[in-house]
T-cell receptor
Framework: DSGVTQTPKHLITATGQRVTLRCSPR?????VYWYQQSLDQGLQFLIQ???????AKGNILERFSAQQFPDLHSELNLSSLELGDSALYFC????????????FGPGTRLTVL | EDQVTQSPEALRLQEGESSSLNCSYT??????LFWYRQDPGKGPEFLFT???AGEEKEKERLKATLTKKESFLHITAPKPEDSATYLC??????????????FGQGTILTVHP
């Protein structure tokens, strides 16, 4: 158990819908990262927040957005969902903004029908 | 653009048969190289961080080494419970990347009893 929690574990929804994934980092960690894992693309970095502020952005679609709240938990919002958005979404956390080990949560499996 | 290539894609070993996994990388200034283990349907589990060429780290039957262009994960006398996907990732020094990890596609290791 890494200490990072994610909810829900599974999510099944329809195309065009909007969903919110939630992540709570390990106690004491200030950075939260979101990654997407699909069979063909592997693990892809989406976005990083550090102490409430956006720090780095990867290939995150405009339909996706994220935020980190004052209690340091984070939410990833996915809208206008498409079949290709079906994937495992992982949250990770680390103590600092960079050069620290990232600890991953158990993931949310999103299925878009 | 940072790139990570892992080989082989899949590796089947007999219990006790030692071997190595390879991770080749190109990055604009290496901040750190990370090894993770991932079991099916679960989040990546942190194993090692290497920061400079010549560095080595060990944990039980695993030993990770780093050169300027690649990293190796040596598995000595593996057991069936070592079966998993092993992921390699790099973190760059460049200013806008901060904590972003770039992952390889992974090596699927199967150890037969």
């Amino acid at each position: 158990d890494s200490g990072v929690t994610q909810t829900p574990k599974h999510l099944i929804t329809a195309t065009g819908q909007r969903v919110t994934l939630r992540c709570s980092p390990r106690s004491g960690d200030l950075s939260v990262y979101w990654y997407q894992q699909s069979l063909d693309q592997g693990l892809q970095f989406l976005i990083q927040y550090y102490n409430g502020e956006e720090r780095a952005k990867g290939n995150i679609l405009e339909r996706f957005s994220a935020q980190q709240f004052p209690d340091l938990h984070s939410e990833l919002n996915l809208s206008s969902l498409e079949l290709g958005d079906s994937a495992l979404y992982f949250c990770a956390s680390s103590v600092g903004a960079s050069s620290n080990e990232q600890f991953f949560g158990p993931g949310t499996r999103l299925t878009v029908l | 653009e940072d790139q990570v290539t892992q080989s082989p894609e899949a590796l089947r070993l007999q219990e006790g048969e030692s071997s190595s996994l390879n991770c080749s990388y190109t990055v604009s200034g290496l901040r750190g190289l990370f090894w993770y283990r991932q079991d099916p349907g679960k989040g990546p589990e942190f194993l090692f961080t290497l920061y400079s060429a010549g560095e080595e780290k060990e944990k039980e039957r695993l030993k990770a080494t780093l050169t300027k262009k690649e990293s190796f994960l040596h598995i000595t006398a593996p057991k069936p419970e070592d079966s998993a996907t092993y992921l390699c990732a790099v973190q760059a020094r460049s200013g806008t990347s901060y904590g972003k990890l770039t992952f390889g596609q992974g090596t699927i290791l199967t150890v037969h009893p």
